[in-house]
C-alpha cells in the first residue's frame, strides 16, 4: 500500500511522499495516546529521524488495520486491547512474549511497555457515589436508574460493556457518547456512570470516583509501542529506551499537564523527555499558525482532488444518459444509495482497501460529490423547454450541436448549482477524514473531541465553515461570468 500511495502522490503533486529515514507514528483519538504518540514521535526526532505523524484515528481496528497494511509504523497500544479485542483471546494478564508469539503471522510486535496499567474503569461523580454508597462496581446493580453513557468503543468491544453487564448482572440500557464529551457530560448531570481509563487526568479535572472492580473484570492494559517488524533495529532500540520510565502516577500527571493545565501535547512530551534526560527538542512557536496553514491547505487538496474526479464523472455520466428516462433513474438512484451510507462508515469502509490518509478520504469525498452533480446535470437536461429541443432539431442541429450550443448553455446554472453543492458537501465532509489520518480541518476538530477543548473545535470548525462561505462566493462568481445574465435573473432565489 505505501508503495501505491507513494505512486500516487507522485502522479498528483509530482513529488514522492515516503522516504526511506521517515517513520509514521500514530495516535488513537483520546488524551493519553496522542501525549505517547508526541514522546514517541519526538523522541525519533532527536536521533534524526523524519516522523510523519498521523494522530487522531478512530479507534483500535483503524490503528490495527493501518499497521498491518504499512500505512503507519507505530502507535501506542494496550496488552488488554490486544489481547481482548485484535487476538481474541481470554487471558487477563497476557505476557509480552506470548503476545508476540501470536502477532508474527501479521509481521508485527509490542515493545517492552512504558511501565503503566491503563485499565478501564466505571466512574461517577464523587457526590453522587458518597450520596448513593455507591464503592464497587456491583453496586451498581441495584441502581437501574442511573443514566449510563459509554464511549462507542467501550460500548462494543467485548472486554467493554458486553462483558460486564454480564459479569455483574447489571440492567442498564447504556448510550454511546464521544469518550472525551463523556466527561462534560457527567458533570453537568447529563449522564450519572461512563467508562474512563484509570491514568485520564480528567478524573481529577472533574471530580470523579472510580468504583472498584470487585470481580476483577478488566484484563491488565500496559500501555506498550506497537510496531513493525520491518522497523530498523536502531529505530527498535531509541523506542526502548521509553521502558518503565513513566507508572502510572507519572502518566495521570502527563495527562493533566494537558486537559487541566492547558499545554500542548508537544509541550508536554518534550518536558518529559528532558526530565528523563532522553533530550530536548524544538517546539514550533508559531505552531498554531503552521498547523491551521498546514490543515487549510490539506483540506481544500482533498476537496479540490474529490470535486475535480466529481465533475470528470458525473458530468459526462449525466450528459451520456438523461435522453433515455430508464437509465437515468437508475442511475440517479444507484448515486443516492451511495450518498445514504454514513460518512464515517464509509471512510471505515475504505480502510481494508486503501488503508488510511489522503487516497480514501478522497475517494470517499468523491463518492459523495457523485449524487449533486449527477441529479442536476440529469434534471438540468431533461427539464429543458421541449420547445427550444424541437427547434434546435428543425434548424437540423447534430444532437452534438444541440449540446453544445443550446442544452448545456440552458442547462449551466443548474449544472453549477449541483457542482457547488457537492463541494460544500465535500468541504464539511472532509472533517471527518481525520479518523482515517488524512488530516485537514478535522484534526483539530478531533483532537479538541478528545480533551473537550472548545478551542481546539473551533480552529477546525470556523475555517471549514469560511471555506464553504468561500465556495458559496467562488460559485456564485462563476455563474456570473459563464451564464448569460437574463437567465440569471430567472434562477429562483
Given amino acids: 500500500m505505501k508503495r501505491l500511495f507513494a505512486t500516487f502522490c507522485l502522479f498528483v503533486y509530482g513529488v514522492s511522499c515516503l522516504a526511506s529515514d521517515n517513520i509514521v ?46 500505512e503507519i509504523d507505530l502507535y501506542a497500544e494496550y496488552t488488554g486491547t ?36 491503563n485499565t ?95 470481580q476483577d473484570y478488566f484484563p491488565q492494559y500496559l500501555a506498550v509501542p506497537f510496531v513493525n517488524k520491518d522497523l530498523p533495529d536502531e529505530v527498535v532500540e531509541i523506542l526502548s529506551r521509553l521502558a518503565g520510565r513513566i507508572d502510572d502516577e507519572r502518566m495521570r500527571q502527563l495527562n493533566s499537564e494537558v486537559v487541566i493545565d492547558g499545554k500542548d501535547f508537544s509541550q508536554v512530551a518534550q518536558k518529559f523527555l528532558a526530565d528523563e534526560g532522553l533530550g530536548i527538542g524544538k517546539i514550533d512557536e508559531n505552531i498554531l499558525w503552521s498547523r491551521l496553514a498546514a490543515n487549510t491547505l490539506t483540506h481544500l487538496k ?24 430508464t437509465v437515468s433513474r437508475v442511475t440517479v438512484y444507484v448515486a443516492g444509495l451511495l450518498q445514504t451510507i454514513p460518512s464515517i462508515a464509509l471512510l471505515a469502509l475504505m480502510i481494508p482497501l486503501f488503508g488510511i490518509g ?71 465532509t472532509a472533517t471527518l477524514a481525520a479518523f482515517i489520518g488524512a488530516g485537514g480541518l478535522g484534526e483539530p476538530i478531533v483532537t479538541g473531541l478528545a480533551l473537550n477543548d472548545t478551542n481546539l473545535i473551533l480552529q477546525g470548525a470556523i475555517p471549514a465553515a469560511v471555506l464553504a462561505i468561500l465556495a458559496e462566493l467562488t460559485f456564485e462568481g462563476l455563474e456570473r461570468v459563464l451564464v448569460k445574465e437574463h437567465m440569471l435573473r430567472e434562477l429562483p432565489q
Fill in 358 to 428: 489522503e487516497i480514501p478520504a478522497i475517494i470517499a469525498l468523491f463518492l459523495y460529490s457523485i449524487l449533486p452533480i449527477l441529479r442536476n446535470t440529469i434534471t438540468a437536461l431533461i427539464t429543458i423547454d421541449p420547445l427550444l429541443k424541437s427547434i434546435a432539431e428543425a434548424i437540423g442541429l447534430s444532437r452534438i450541436q444541440q449540446l453544445r450550443y443550446v442544452l448545456i448553455p440552458l442547462a449551466l446554472p443548474n449544472i453549477l448549482a449541483g457542482i457547488k453543492t457537492a463541494a460544500i458537501i465535500s468541504i464539511g
Fill in 82 to 117: 490486544l489481547e481482548q479485542v485484535i487476538l481474541k483471546g481470554n487471558s487477563n494478564s497476557p505476557s509480552l512474549a506470548s503476545l508476540n508469539e501470536r502477532l508474527t503471522s501479521v509481521n508485527l510486535q509490542v515493545l517492552d511497555s512504558f511501565g503503566f496499567n
Fill in 120 to 214: 478501564y474503569a466505571m466512574t461517577v461523580k464523587a457526590s453522587l457515589a458518597e450520596s448513593l454508597g455507591l464503592i464497587t462496581i456491583s453496586d451498581l446493580s441495584s441502581q437501574s436508574d442511573l443514566a449510563v453513557a459509554f464511549s462507542l468503543e467501550f460500548l462494543n468491544r467485548e472486554d467493554g460493556w458486553p462483558g460486564l453487564a454480564r459479569t455483574y448482572a447489571l440492567p442498564h440500557q447504556p448510550t454511546g457518547i464521544d469518550h472525551g464529551l463523556a466527561y462534560q457530560a457527567i458533570d453537568d448531570g447529563k449522564i450519572d456512570v461512563t467508562d474512563a481509563y484509570s491514568t485520564d487526568g480528567d478524573l481529577k479535572r472533574y471530580g470523579l470516583t472510580v468504583l472498584k472492580d470487585n
Fill in 25 to 70: 507514528v500514530a495516535s488513537k483519538n483520546f488524551n493519553e495516546s496522542y501525549v505517547l504518540g508526541e514522546i514517541m514521535a519526538q523522541l525519533l526526532e532527536l536521533e534524526g529521524y523524519n516522523v510523519t505523524r498521523k494522530f487522531g484515528l478512530g479507534g483500535t481496528l483503524v490503528c490495527y488495520e493501518a499497521l498491518v497494511n504499512d
Fill in 302 to 325: 482533498l476537496t479540490a482532488i474529490a470535486l475535480s474526479l466529481g465533475c470528470l464523472f458525473g458530468l459526462p455520466l449525466g450528459v451520456l444518459v438523461f435522453r433515455n428516462p
